[in-house]
Each structure stands twice: as structure tokens, then as C-alpha cells.
């Protein structure tokens, strides 16, 4: 079946993971501890943080884990927060991110559109900061849908956000790739009968990554020719 929709994750997908994320996990892993070496050694082990080079390690669930579950691993450690107050704070700290972009967007998703892509972001992500970090990019408005952990469907590695997409696109699942760049994404859309394409601009390796993928991709600027060799198979 030909290829009609694409499913993009956003974090280590659309923007490059290291560049926007592992300092900023360093500086919010800081501020909780407040001073407490034992608690900051604490923190970075429960979220596989490495301060020696300052970024996330490979499993780490800040990758692929939910904002929720990120809050319930880092809680185990401050008993003085409520989760409401833990996520309030990370939203305030993450609001001044700007994220690097893994290739130029807006041009990009402008020549998906004009090949007669339709294109969604299924993120395990909030739905809110992932529009923002989108609109910071100036690329809200050039995806059909935006699907978030809280959008109402029981997030990656199971199908349902990217069913639910495809859905909104008005596609068959099979007419579908789910691109990502851990293997959360790639379980996803496997699971919802997809096809599915790793980049390597997260945290995880190809070697990681290849075998639950049908294409790996040194990011998603080398999809559209993947995406055109696919589509002309007989």
C-alpha cells in the first residue's frame, strides 16, 4: 500500500534530543536537589544521568517515558513535592527551552505537504508543551493532528496514539510510517501495523534501534527519498 501519513515523535525526532534536552535535565536535576549532594547523586541514578558528560543515558526514561512517569520515578526521591508542584515547576523550567530543530522544519514539512503527505506528531509528551515547542518552531499549524500522553489514548509503546492518528488523518494504519527514534516509537507503530523508520538524532544507536526498524535513517531529512524509493515498489 502506497504511503500517504506520516507519524512523527517530536523529542530526538523533529528536534534534536541532545542538543535541547541533556543540559536542561542536568540544571532541573540541580535545582531539586538544592544543594544536596546525596539527593543529586540520587536523582541523576533514577533517571540515568550522567553529570560527568552531562547528558541522558541510553534507557533513560526521560527518552521514552511519559511526563507522568518522569514525575512518579523523581518523586520516589523528594518527598517534600506533590506531583502537581513537580509538574508545574517542569513546565515552567522546560517553557524556556528553545528546541534545536533535527533540520530545518518549516520547509521540510512544506515539501512532505506538497508530495501529498499528511503529517501528525504522536509524543509522549504533554499535547500542550508539545504545540508550544511546535509554534516555537513555527510548525503547529503544518501537522493535521497532535497527539500528547494526555490527549485521552494509552500512550507509546502501545498503539493506541498512533491508531488514534491515523485515524484523524483519515488513513489506513498501513498507509502509515511511524518515525522515531527509540523503540517505544518503533514498538508503537509496528503494534498498530505501521511501517516504521529510526532516526539517530535521539539518544539510542542504530544497533539498538535497527532491529524494530524498517529503515534506519541518520535523521528525517533522509526520509523523503526513502519515502519516494517506497512508494514506487510495484
Known sequence: MRIKGILFDKDGTLFDFRATWDGWVGDLLTELAAGNAGLLESLAASVAY??????LRPGSIFVAGTNAETVDRLLMHLPNWTARDLVLFMAELGGK?????????PPYL????????RCAVVTNDGEAPA?????????????DTVIGFDSGFIPKPKPDTCLAAAG???????????VGDSTHDLHAGRAAGMLTAAVLTGVAGADELRPHADIVLPDIGHLPGWLDAQNSLP
Open 50 to 55: 550522567d553529570f560527568e558528560t552531562r547528558s
Open 97 to 105: 527551552v528553545v528546541p534545536t530543530p533535527a533540520v530545518p522544519l
Open 110 to 117: 512544506v515539501g512532505l505537504q506538497e508530495k501529498g503527505f
Open 131 to 143: 504545540r508550544q515547542q511546535l509554534a516555537q518552531a513555527g510548525v503547529e499549524e503544518l501537522f
Open 168 to 178: 484523524r488523518l483519515g488513513l489506513a494504519p498501513e498507509a502509515c510510517v511511524m
